[in-house]
């Protein structure tokens, strides 16, 4: 464990650049990593911020075929969006990456170039799951089937997304191929394997030697190695990917998963590859720091005196953990991570979040709907962060926090000081009188703050960070509150004096602790004081703000949030589902053929129901009174359920006339009306969209 760094390498983890960004993806560890290395940055130290698109891989030929694109057609799309969206909502990355740049396919095939000359990898022929169909060896989320665990019919060959069991494709029971739909053969095929049962004493003494790894990361490693690690390919036979590196390789690329973690060291290459040249990388924000010069990529990689932290979400845990320390440890002259804070997951409105089933809070779409609210995302998606457990967003938790949280408090107490300050002083800072026990209370717990908020922060208790940040803007609230400077002025304008001029010195040091948590937030504080960016070590501070700074014009930074606009944000979810379940509803079996002779015996005639009443002592039958146009007749029907008797007096519906009399809790029906099952699965009349004669056939 390194005591004093030198320097930082902090990778966030690089997304399947296969569709949109969404919000578990930024409570995962987006967000906590930008509040990391924002810190770090206002601490002053060096520090580089990298990530980028994971662009290889199944779920990208999977993307692909659902759209009718390219692969390399659809990691455009979504790398640009992904990559405008994060610079947007204000994620600093030093470098924004792609893994199918040329740099990433050298850096890659030199790795595994590397190991393979030296010995590392075991060569071993196993048999595989192959299309015969389509021709080619299936990976393991092209392999569907029945978990063995919970009998989920539509389980992957890796993982069971019901249970979240890990499975392999061998596991699953009925396995058939998403690509032709058959059920694949076994065959023979050649791959090379990290033997990492023979490398897991020397895993499990790094592991061991980071005792401070969160207990949700370091449980999963221990169960990693309890069952005992096994030798695992780190090639595979697709045709999309970076070519293994051998001859005679054709049609086999590395592994996702030992190529994409090394995109954190092809970006820092690329970073100051471009330094170097003088070109602007592809997006960064700040600037690579004064005591490094362009081309030493390594000493963020391979120096003893940097730390190595990777943040990411739980099910890249063993990757992160095992996989790529393993494979550093056989290149041998890299530095491994010191820390991997992996979070667990976030729902979303009772339910798990879903890519493939569109439930999800888009950021894309979220910038677009709430322009200028970015830091109100990134607050309730901090206080709820599933640092130690799963949790949930829900909008109208969303609102509250707003409402409750920021508005009323933080931006309560920012407003009331430069709107009180203009009022009684023309927007200048007054000059601290005498002080009072209430005072030094106040001076006493501001000093406090910036050690406590910075433990929370590099112990990655992001939530707890921000509520001690909160709990500032609630001091000087409860400040103002006790002091009553609007009463004062009449009588002791001198003791407002100080009053506003502490409750200045609070809001200024909101600025800077703020920053890591609320950027935006934190810039338009400074703005309104008219001061320059300061350091976190400069916080604490009751001297912030010098004695006559003239403040610029209050401005509201938190505006409440309707309840229309909550309402609107959970229907578009609702609808989003309905829509997913109706595209992927399962059609019932057709019935075996009949004749058109057969047919014609059927009569089905238009009708108008002219009365409807509940049957006694039943929950789904209604007796119906139809007017035929040949007759009035009598239907008992089982729509009790879906409809009220007075809601469908007057609608014309479809009868089938010449069904045989049926007695039905002793009342003779004479015939059936047609209906249809909706997507919600409410029964839904088979009508006629324009007047019709009752008595009119259909034919």
């Known amino acids: 464990m390194i005591q004093n760094p030198k320097r930082y390498t902090v990778t966030a983890a690089l997304i399947y650049a296969n569709g949109p960004i969404h919000i578990g993806h930024l409570a995962g560890c987006y967000i906590p990593a930008d509040i990391y290395v924002r810190y770090l940055r206002a601490k002053g130290a060096d520090v580089l911020f990298v990530s980028g698109t994971d662009e290889h891989g199944v779920p990208i030929t999977i993307r692909a075929q659902k759209e009718g694109i390219t692969p390399q057609e659809v990691v455009d799309k979504y790398y640009t969006q992904i990559r405008d969206s994060f610079a947007e909502f204000g994620i600093s990355f030093d470098i924004y990456s792609r893994t199918s740049k040329k740099v990433h396919h050298e850096t890659s095939q030199e790795f595994f170039k590397d190991l393979y000359d030296k010995g590392v990898f075991v060569e071993e022929v196993s048999q595989q799951y192959y299309d015969e169909k389509a021709g080619q060896f299936l990976a393991d989320r092209y392999i569907v089937g029945t978990c063995p665990n919970c009998g989920n019919p539509n389980a992957y060959g890796d993982q069971c997304e019901r249970c979240g069991s890990t499975l392999s494709p061998m596991e699953l029971i009925n396995p058939h191929s998403m690509l032709?739909?058959?059920?694949?053969?076994?065959?023979?095929?050649?791959?090379?394997?990290?033997?990492?049962?023979?490398?897991?004493?020397?895993?499990?003494?790094?592991?061991?030697?980071?005792?401070?790894?969160?207990?949700?990361?370091?449980?999963?490693?221990?169960?990693?190695?309890?069952?005992?690690?096994?030798?695992?390919?780190?090639?595979?036979?697709?045709?999309?990917?970076?070519?293994?590196?051998?001859?005679?390789?054709?049609?086999?690329?590395?592994?996702?998963?030992?190529?994409?973690?090394?995109?954190?060291?092809?970006?820092?290459?690329?970073?100051?590859?471009?330094?170097?040249?003088?070109?602007?990388?592809?997006?960064?924000?700040?600037?690579?720091?004064?005591?490094?010069?362009?081309?030493?990529?390594?000493?963020?990689?391979?120096?003893?005196?940097?730390?190595?932290?990777?943040?990411?979400?739980?099910?890249?845990?063993?990757?992160?953990?095992?996989?790529?320390?393993?494979?550093?440890?056989?290149?041998?002259?890299?530095?491994?991570?010191?820390?991997?804070?992996?979070?667990?997951?976030?729902?979303?409105?009772?339910?798990?979040?879903?890519?493939?089933?569109?439930?999800?809070?888009?950021?894309?779409?979220?910038?677009?709907?709430?322009?200028?609210?970015?830091?109100?995302?990134?607050?309730?998606?901090?206080?709820?962060?599933?640092?130690?457990?799963?949790?949930?967003?829900?909008?109208?938790?969303?609102?509250?926090?707003?409402?409750?949280?920021?508005?009323?408090?933080?931006?309560?107490?920012?407003?009331?000081?430069?709107?009180?300050?203009?009022?009684y002083y023309k927007g200048e800072v007054p000059v601290r009188g005498e002080l009072f026990d209430i005072d030094r209370e106040l001076i006493e717990a501001l000093a406090k703050a910036p050690a406590e908020i910075a433990e929370a922060i590099e112990n990655y208790r992001f939530r707890e960070g921000l509520s001690l940040l909160m709990d500032i803007s609630r001091m000087g609230n409860k400040y103002l509150a006790d002091t009553e400077p609007w009463k004062k002025i009449k009588d002791d304008p001198e003791r407002v004096k100080t009053i506003l001029n502490l409750s200045a010195q609070v809001v200024a040091n909101l600025a800077v602790l703020s920053e890591p948590f609320l950027p935006f937030t934190s810039q338009k504080i400074y703005d309104m004081l008219n001061i320059p960016i300061l350091r976190w070590g400069q916080a604490g501070s009751v001297n912030l703000i010098p004695d006559g700074q003239v403040f610029g014009a209050a401005e509201i930074l938190f505006s409440q949030i309707e309840d229309a606009t909550i309402q609107a944000q959970v229907k578009k979810l609702e609808d989003s589902k309905k829509a997913n379940e109706l595209a992927s509803k399962t059609v019932a079996p057709a019935k075996e053929a009949v004749t058109f002779d057969d047919f014609q015996k059927m009569d089905i005639r238009v009708a108008t129901i002219l009365a409807a009443e509940a049957v006694p002592k039943t929950q789904k039958l209604l007796k119906l009174t139809l007017d035929t146009g040949l007759d009035q007749r009598t239907v008992v029907s089982g729509i009790a359920e879906h409809y009220k008797p007075e809601e469908i007096i007057g609608k014309q519906v479809c009868l089938l006339a010449n069904l045989a009399p049926r007695d039905i809790k002793g009342i003779s029906s004479q015939g059936m009306i047609l209906m249809a099952e909706n997507i919600d699965g409410k029964l839904a009349f088979v009508s006629p969209t324009t007047l019709i004669i009752n008595g009119g056939t259909v034919r």
């Open 180 to 423: 032709s739909g058959g059920k694949p053969v076994l065959k023979s095929t050649k791959n090379w394997y990290l033997p990492l049962d023979k490398m897991q004493p020397q895993i499990e003494e790094y592991i061991a030697s980071h005792p401070e790894w969160k207990v949700n990361v370091a449980g999963q490693c221990q169960s990693w190695l309890k069952q005992g690690l096994q030798p695992r390919a780190m090639t595979r036979d697709l045709d999309w990917g970076i070519q293994v590196p051998l001859p005679d390789t054709e049609g086999k690329v590395l592994y996702v998963w030992f190529e994409a973690p090394i995109g954190y060291i092809s970006a820092t290459k690329d970073y100051f590859t471009a330094k170097k040249m003088g070109a602007a990388p592809e997006l960064y924000t700040a600037p690579v720091p004064e005591t490094t010069t362009p081309g030493d990529w390594e000493v963020y990689w391979k120096a003893k005196d940097t730390k190595l932290v990777h943040f990411i979400g739980k099910d890249n845990i063993v990757f992160h953990c095992i996989i790529f320390p393993a494979t550093l440890m056989a290149e041998g002259s890299y530095i491994l991570p010191e820390n991997v804070p992996a979070n667990e997951f976030m729902n979303l409105e009772g339910d798990k979040i879903s890519t493939s089933r569109n439930w999800a809070v888009w950021l894309h779409e979220y910038l677009a709907e709430f322009p200028g609210q970015q830091d109100v995302l990134r607050y309730v998606l901090t206080t709820n962060a599933p640092e130690t457990k799963d949790n949930e967003f829900t909008w109208k938790d969303f609102q509250t926090k707003n409402n409750s949280e920021l508005a009323s408090n933080l931006g309560n107490f920012v407003n009331r000081i430069i709107t009180l300050t203009h009022k």
